[in-house]
Every structure is written in structure tokens, then in C-alpha cells.
């Protein structure tokens, strides 16, 4: 498996506290992503990040906020939690090779209730 | 709007028969697709890798094929299985190495 890992994996909250989920590789790829998985759903893009410093917004980036300070870190923060995010999170890295075909490695999630 | 959809939520498969799924997108015209598994509480893992360019790629019992006219890939895992029971996930390159995902077909093998 890649060297990526997840944490918290569980976390219960409450609405209206914030939460920062951190991801965590020891592969020094260069793309890293965050992605929640609901059903009905699959997976959707939140936040990723090509780079240190560098990040863009998927496509449900709304009430979440990305920090990626290291190589081997990047962090998903929920400003004030909302039942809505509840959901299994997953962070994925990607990266680079001469041409831009790269799969992406999964972490193994962090499943968040929102209560 | 942009779209990908897998042909069914669920499937059941006889061991041994091939299993065939399908993932058909509108509205994108992804340089590159690939296919993942998912076991239940787990991440997603890569399978397959399959360019515009190529129609057709295989590794060991699993195939993928890819028109780009019809927008629409196949995955293919013959001889299969009950270890071949899974959510399988298509997922397109819609720029900038980021991959849009769709909701996944749930296989099982049936012994």
C-alpha cells in the first residue's frame, strides 16, 4: 500500500465546532486530494492541492478550507461542522511521471458524524 | 451538463461468467480514464489506466475498453470470481489531474 494514512478515522462532533482532518504521505508525491463519499453520490473532489501552498477547489469546496504547509501533509478543515458533512472522507495522492496519466492512491478514510 | 453514470447500481454475476460493466459519460472529453475497486470500508484502489488514444487494455483477467465516440467505457472481468465482489468506480480526467468519479456499480460473484 502507499504510504498514506488518515487521521482522525472516526470522529463524532458536534454542529458548529470546527474539525481538521489531516492526511498524511510518505510517498513526496506532489498532488494530494480530499474527497467526501456519500451515497447516491460517490466520490466528490472538496479541495486538492498540486503543490505546497497551492491549492484549487473541487466540486463541493463550500464550507471546507485546505492547508498544505508540507510536502507530506495536507489538512481539511471544517470552519463550523453541519449535519450535511456528514460523510466518509478520503484523502488520495497523486504523482508525476513525463505525461499526466497518474492513478491516485487512496487513504483509508475517516468516516465524521455531524451531530 | 457533465454527466457519468454507471450502468447499474448493482449486478450479480454466476462464478466463472464474465462480468461487464459499463460507464458512459456526456459532455467531457476526458483525455484518460480509469477504473478502481472498492471494498466496503475501504479506499478506492486503481486498476486500470486507458488513454483516448487506445481502444482496448488488459491486465490478467480484467479488460477496459474506451470509445470516445460513443462516450462510453466497458470493464470486462472474465472468469470471475466470489473474490471479484466489489464496488467498482469509473473515473474520467477532467483536467488538471483531477479525476470526477461515478457513483460505482456494486458486483457480486455469485458461487
Known amino acids: 500500500d502507499a504510504g498514506i494514512t488518515q487521521s482522525p478515522r472516526h470522529k463524532v462532533t458536534e454542529t458548529g465546532t470546527p474539525v481538521t482532518l489531516r492526511c498524511h504521505q510518505t510517498?513526496?508525491?506532489?498532488?494530494m486530494y480530499w474527497y467526501r463519499q456519500d451515497p447516491g453520490h460517490g466520490l466528490r473532489l472538496i479541495h486538492y492541492?498540486?503543490?505546497?501552498?497551492?491549492?484549487d477547489k473541487g466540486e463541493v469546496s463550500d464550507g471546507y478550507s485546505v492547508s498544505r504547509s508540507k510536502t507530506e501533509d495536507f489538512l481539511l478543515t471544517l470552519e463550523s461542522a453541519t449535519s450535511s458533512q456528514t460523510s466518509v472522507y478520503f484523502c488520495?495522492?497523486?504523482?508525476?511521471?513525463?505525461?499526466?496519466?497518474?492513478?491516485?492512491?487512496f487513504g483509508p478514510g475517516t468516516r465524521l458524524t455531524v451531530l | 451538463s457533465q454527466k457519468i453514470e454507471q450502468n447499474s447500481e448493482a449486478l450479480n454475476i454466476q462464478e466463472g461468467k464474465t462480468a461487464t460493466l459499463t460507464c458512459n459519460y456526456t459532455?467531457?472529453?476526458?483525455?484518460?480514464l480509469q477504473w478502481y475497486r472498492q471494498d466496503p470500508g475501504r479506499g478506492p484502489v486503481f486498476l486500470l489506466l486507458?488513454?483516448?488514444?487506445?481502444k482496448e487494455k488488459r491486465k490478467e483477467r480484467l479488460k477496459v475498453t474506451f470509445d470516445t465516440t460513443l462516450k462510453q467505457s466497458l470493464f470486462h472481468i472474465t472468469a470471475s470470481q466470489p473474490a471479484d465482489s466489489a464496488t467498482y468506480l469509473c473515473?474520467?480526467?477532467?483536467?488538471?489531474?483531477?479525476?470526477?468519479f461515478g457513483t460505482g456499480t456494486r458486483l457480486t460473484i455469485i458461487p
Open positions: 488520495a495522492i497523486a504523482g508525476t511521471s513525463g505525461i499526466h496519466y497518474n492513478e491516485q492512491f
Open positions: 510517498e513526496n508525491h506532489r498532488y
Open positions: 492541492s498540486y503543490g505546497v501552498k497551492d491549492t
Open positions: 459532455n467531457y472529453s476526458p483525455a484518460y
Open positions: 486507458i488513454r483516448e488514444n487506445e
Open positions: 473515473a474520467l480526467a477532467t483536467g488538471n489531474e483531477k479525476l470526477t
